[in-house]
DNA sequence: CCAAAAGTGTTTCACGTACACCCATGC
DNA sequence: GCATGGGTGTACGTGAAACACTTTTGG
């Protein structure tokens, strides 16, 4: 049934920015839009906020209902208000960003009925609306914060090499890092522990698996502790 | 006139969490509530978005009105969403901080028809709605976001000396600095210009007056400085 | 001349950075 | 046996941290 206020309302929203990591770079999720404006363009997956739900749980549902994501580290990122960044009427968008482990997620996106992709961070199509600026923020946020919060290892799965966690910072920041200092440096956080397991069928020497200690982490965090990398 | 929508919507407000820095601590501005809910309770000063303004436009509006602030720093600082958050209705307020130089703002806010008032930042009193929590993250966001952006010369007056600096940096991290290395460390950024021009009208030593470099600043974030006190 | 804050250098230590080779494994 | 990535140690330099006394000014 509908509603009536005594002045005019924003509509209000929410938007995802999901990152996900592969072997070659870090990937944005996008829905292919069945709607006008923008019908058949790539946008960011979102939609409404209901008025019996709060917004993390709006983020959430969305994400869910448009690209089967589920169960990730989903945070606010930034609130999109300006005039006619939707040419029907005022919205207002709360932005999240998530990140998610892409090989848990790569099928579920690519078979829902709305058609969601994944695309590289740096290649990606044009977005409808502002969306655009939306990831640029939602990029920033990412590189900002991964060096000093431990929020690379959720788009790693459970267990990894350090290559790969070495990867994943070059990936996001964006430049090279030294093997050997790398790994001193992050072995000295101690906060990986160290697998009696190696990783399987690879074509060359196998390397050690690790797994991040977020109880460690958490008590060490309490004492004042400040990772950094 | 009244308007109607399928569905029903979140009011949308923004609050402003407005700092101030004086000889002694940290000050909040809060403004004493003349309608029900906690009328006569103090609260951030903060309204309704109107349709045709934007965020950060309805943010300043608000500012303005409600305390004469004007023409000051004000960052986003994060969106409350949380159910319940206002009794009467579902309120979705997006929350600001400003930094204003306090001797500017001093008489405004105390002649202001509205009751305003300044209060130590860790001595406020009871808020309304989930006001409190809102100071804490702003409270947060200052504390991290100080040491590498150089936002803490909107507290200070244009002209300022490295002891009023550094005291403003005490009081906002919460800890006693070394003053030799600290007027080292600042000195070492290049981003103050060193004036022809001592404090008056000081019963001491009268210090020297120093002012922050903007344009030098801005020239630097171009070739890729980081700022990092 | 006394009170109050301004101003000033050096030493030590931790950490970031640069850098090259041998090892294990699968094919 | 060879290709591929895994794994390891040292030397150097920069910057953070600790630390105390002299100077200037007003009252």
Chains 1, 2 share one sequence.
Not at 168 to 187: S, T
Not at 189 to 199: G, I, N, R, S, T
């Amino acid at each position: 049934m509908p509603s009536t206020y005594k002045y005019p309302r924003p509509a209000l929203t929410v938007d995802c920015v999901v990152f996900g990591l592969d072997d070659a770079d870090l990937k944005v999720l996008l829905i292919q839009r069945d709607l006008e404006p923008h019908r058949g363009g790539w946008a960011l997956p979102g939609g409404f906020v209901h008025v019996d739900e709060d917004l993390d749980q709006a983020a959430m549902r969305e994400l869910r209902e448009e690209t089967g994501v589920d169960r990730v580290f989903l945070e606010q990122l930034y609130t999109f208000g300006a005039l006619g960044r939707d040419p029907r009427e005022r919205v207002v968008t709360v932005a999240y960003y998530a990140l998610v482990k892409l090989l848990d997620h790569r099928v579920q996106a690519a078979t829902d009925a709305r058609s969601a992709a994944w695309f590289a961070a740096d290649e990606l199509p044009t977005l409808a609306f502002d969306h655009a600026e939306i990831v640029a923020v939602a990029l920033a946020r990412l590189r900002g914060k991964v060096r000093y919060q431990p929020i690379g290892f959720e788009l790693l799965p459970p267990k990894f090499t350090l290559s790969q966690l070495q990867h994943l910072y070059e990936v996001v920041l964006e430049r090279p890092l030294d093997k050997r200092n790398f790994r001193k440096k992050v072995l000295s956080l101690k906060l990986l522990e160290e697998l009696d397991e190696v990783e399987q069928d690879v074509a060359h020497r196998a390397a050690r698996l690790y797994r991040f200690d977020e109880r460690r982490y958490k008590k060490l965090v309490k004492q004042g502790f400040n990772f950094e990398i």
